[in-house]
């Protein structure tokens, strides 16, 4: 009530605005511009034996998903606006906008209209909140638990080589190096695959993967990430 109604009614409407606007961005970005670090095709295509489209997929329906739902809250604001016009709510100028864009609808089917876009509004957001375990928007979660739980020394002090078995004789054997099983990883390993936010940085700036190469930063965590999966 009052003035902090006022000036949050405005505070939303303002940045709801800078949120789709940001939104289109992304998407031109994503469908039209289609910059190198956002291609999840790999350095070595494997012949075609990777699909990578769902990744894509991913991107496009959380990001559609997002604008539909800012979308859909100024048509709810500007058909419950639409039934009184009172004049405070021009301190929500978009939903304010609308409403008198819409004013020639009639009380009675503006009150039904809004009833509808409520509901189609909810449940949107619902399922996007469904939707987010599923989606690359889960690294809002991996990655607070990532930073939580980093490790200073990581890229700095190697770990020590796992002691060999002792083989008959008494002679000990090689140790066995790297990774040949996925329980081979740590908790923290495998929490890292689930953190990449595949923004492609690492792709793009890899000095073996601008060589023409087929070793690809991405590619490794991205294919590590699918098997663990």
Request: one cysteine or more.
């Amino acid at each position: 009530k009052g003035s902090f109604y006022l000036w949050f009614s405005a505070t939303l409407d303002i940045f709801g605005v800078l949120f789709i606007i940001g939104l289109v961005l992304m998407i031109v970005r994503r469908m039209v511009m289609k910059p190198r670090a956002l291609d999840y095709g790999r350095a070595d295509d494997q012949d075609g034996k990777v699909d990578r489209s769902g990744f894509v997929t991913d991107d496009m329906i959380f990001v559609w998903l997002l604008l539909f739902i800012a979308l859909s809250g100024y048509v709810v604001e500007a058909f419950r606006i639409g039934q009184t016009m009172p004049d405070f709510e021009k301190w929500s100028p978009v939903g304010y906008g609308l409403a008198s864009m819409f004013s020639g609808m009639g009380v009675d089917t503006m009150s039904d209209a809004h009833l509808w876009a409520w509901w189609i509004h909810g449940v949107s957001v619902l399922f996007l909140v469904a939707y987010m375990p599923f989606s690359k928007m889960m690294h809002i979660v991996t990655d607070t638990a990532n930073l939580v739980f980093v490790d200073e020394n990581a890229g700095r002090t190697l770990p020590p080589p796992p002691p060999g078995e002792l083989a008959q004789g008494g002679k000990a054997t090689v140790p066995k190096m790297g990774y040949s099983r996925i329980t081979d990883f740590t908790w923290k390993e495998l929490l890292d695959f689930d953190a990449c936010t595949k923004c492609g940085r690492c792709h793009v700036a890899c000095p073996a993967t601008a060589a023409g190469t087929t070793l690809s930063p991405r590619d490794l965590i991205l294919d590590l990430r699918t098997f663990a999966n």
